[in-house]
């Protein structure tokens, strides 16, 4: 796989080597690399229910996730300032949609030891591997099939329990020469009465996949079912109900990765995806207003890099969708669409003595059967510096445009009353991003840093009245978005830093639209601080914290403070009388932090975990 290094500087991406660079570095010149592990986070699990993809992702400085209950629970996730409907989820070379909203694009019912990643997407890269989401994409690959697994107990405060087992099994063929067959299996379970009152849940997934590969090839067909119900009061509405919402997620998705020739490679994914949500405005009376809604999905991805030479290469994406939804509040007939992308985007190298310069220019078509399509520019020059001693520097300016259309709940409502308000004259949203990045790497430390600035047009944003009866108001806004980013980490001997820093600053413009409030377009920190620590005293102990610091920008729907302080801290004893055994002792939200991450809706309460886990 040969790709240019910033492709995840964009988003301050966890792990980033001049890989690239190696390619094409004439042999004389051919140096030891430095990989410098810097994960965005301390933990790798959450606390309150089994891990999913989108787990930790609050403590990511990468991306901005907003939770209801918990992040298992409904998460939305944004990326530099934009809202969750602006982020895909991508999975092998398959953007996963939920035509009905952007609050479900992480209903992933995938086991996470089964997945590399995420990497976060973000300018160039986003517009070019992105669909259907104008900042951002979370993106994951299938990992090769290691013979293994585990099983996992636990308990803790607020009635906890979980239980989760994953086996996995990979054997050579005899009858196919360097092929392997793997099987891999997941079952997860967790319930909870929850951190507040009304915020109780009871999740179960289930995952299984076959995978044949060989050196040069792997092949995944897979199955996951995923059914969550949670409560939690104001889930959607400030209306100071106790609501509740019951999931139901099916994945079929067939994916198969090739290279071929000296660096290049292609990758192909299918899926089909069914998602039913039951949603009930108040647990006390549920027939005060109750919703029913099943979406189906559709879908067919191809991407790759295409290597003519040592100095061209081409890189390309497409992506077809067909949804449909049946529901019960969505009035209109706009209730299935088509969705269309190709994006090219070649790249041209020229090697010099210990540094390469790249540059790449194309364009992303995007169209619908129902909406007007759009032609998007993208384009970068990327210099990466080798140095003899092993440390690199990199050094990126890219400009891209993306866009993509409203979620039927946005457009296919009504207009005129209800608690979900839609908006039948919503356009295309499109995106403009600029910015400038710079990655150092040395011996024992990483940095990566970026400034933009980005233009959205047309973007929907969910608006509130304080003199409607309606929970939720679709309008459209023009934001402007200007941003740093700053990811620092330092390895020591027995212990790892990671710490970083994000500005945003916006200016809006909502025409003549009636506003008070907004719930998710100015729903993000000024100022956002992270740091992260995970320490070995000894083969016995291992200390993991994450900390996140934030001052939210100001919101007159939230409620309590606009500054907000959350930590997790784990401890993991592995006794070493029992092989292959060890213990884990878990709190999140440590000092109770009553934040309301979306103004509006109580923030979660303190969660303290005992787990065991016993692996082979």
Known sequence: ?????????????????????????????????????????????????????????????????????????????????????????????????????????????????????????????????????????????????????????????????????????????????????????????????????????????????VQLASEHSQTDLFYGSQDKFFGWPNLYTPFGVNETEDLETRLWMLNH????????????????????????????????????????????????????SDALAINYSAQFIDDSIESTTLENNFTSRKYYKLSILPEYTIALKNQQLTFRLGAAYDDTNRDDAEASAIGDITLNTQNSDGTAQTIYLSYAQA???????????????????????????????????????????????????????????????????????????????????FLATKHFDTAKLIASYTYLHKSENYGAADIDASFYALNFPDHRLTLGAVYNPTDILEFRIDNEWRTQHKNALRNGNDNALFTQLTLKITPPQLSNLFITLAADNLWDESFEEIPGTPGRGEQYTLSATYSW
């Open 257 to 308: 990765k090739q290279t071929y020739a000296e660096n290049s490679h292609f990758e192909v994914s299918a899926y089909y995806r069914t998602h039913d949500d039951h949603y009930i405005y108040s647990r006390e009376n549920p027939s005060a207003f109750e919703a029913f809604h099943k979406s189906e999905v559709k879908s067919l991805g191809l991407s790759g890099h295409h290597e003519q």
């Open 403 to 485: 866009s993509q259309v409203a979620g039927y709940t946005a457009i296919g409502g009504s207009d005129s009353g209800g608690l979900f308000r839609s908006n039948y004259n919503l356009e295309r949203e499109t995106t403009s991003n600029l910015e400038l990045g710079l990655l150092l790497e040395e011996q024992s430390w990483q940095l990566n840093s970026a400034i933009f600035y980005r233009k959205d047009n047309n973007l929907t944003d969910w608006t509130f009245n304080f003199d409607s009866t309606s929970a939720r108001f679709a309008n459209p806004v023009d934001i402007d978005t200007a941003g740093v980013e």
């Open 1 to 209: 796989m040969n790709r240019t290094p910033h492709i995840i500087l964009p988003a301050l991406l966890c792990s980033v080597t001049p890989f690239a660079y190696a390619n094409t570095l004439p042999d004389e010149s051919t140096i030891e690399q430095i990989t410098v592990e810097a994960s965005p986070t301390a933990n790798k699990l959450p606390v309150g229910t089994f891990d999913s993809p989108i787990s930790n992702l609050e403590y990511d400085p990468r991306v901005d996730l907003q939770s209801r209950n918990m992040a298992e629970a409904q998460a939305d996730v944004t990326i530099r300032g934009g809202i969750f409907e602006n982020t895909g989820f991508r999975v092998g070379s398959a953007t996963l949609l939920d035509p009905q909203s952007g609050h479900y694009f992480a209903e992933i019912p995938i086991a996470p030891q089964m997945l590399s990643g995420p990497d976060v997407l973000t300018g160039a890269d986003n517009a070019l591997f992105g669909m259907n989401s104008s900042v951002g994409t979370v993106s994951f690959g299938w990992k090769p099939i290691i013979t293994g697994g585990s099983v996992s107990l636990g308990t803790g405060t607020n009635d906890f329990n979980l239980q989760s087992i994953h086996a996995a099994k990979n054997t050579q063929l005899d009858s196919l020469a360097n092929y392997t067959l793997g099987f891999e299996g997941e079952y997860s379970h967790s319930q909870s009465d929850g951190t507040i009152d009304n915020g109780d849940h009871d999740f179960s997934r289930a995952s299984a996949r």
